[in-house]
């Protein structure tokens, strides 16, 4: 009997195992345009001198402010 139940056990579980296996399958789709120009804003050279120059001079403020 515990062979019976262990065995119809072991069938559902697969059956329900095989039905995600599928559900998670899905078609390739791949989009590769090399020419896109949807540049977000920390991709641009200016935010980055802007940012580099603001670090340098608050860096520079809090370095000489210790000092009298």
Known sequence: MK????????????SFMSTLVFAQEKGLDVNI????????????????VVGGAIFILLLVA???GGKK
């Open 3 to 14: 062979a019976l139940i262990s065995k119809i056990s072991l069938f559902i579980l697969g």
């Open 62 to 64: 809090m370095l000489r």
């Open 33 to 48: 345009d090399v020419n896109k120009h949807n540049d977000t804003w920390y991709q641009q050279p200016w935010v980055w």
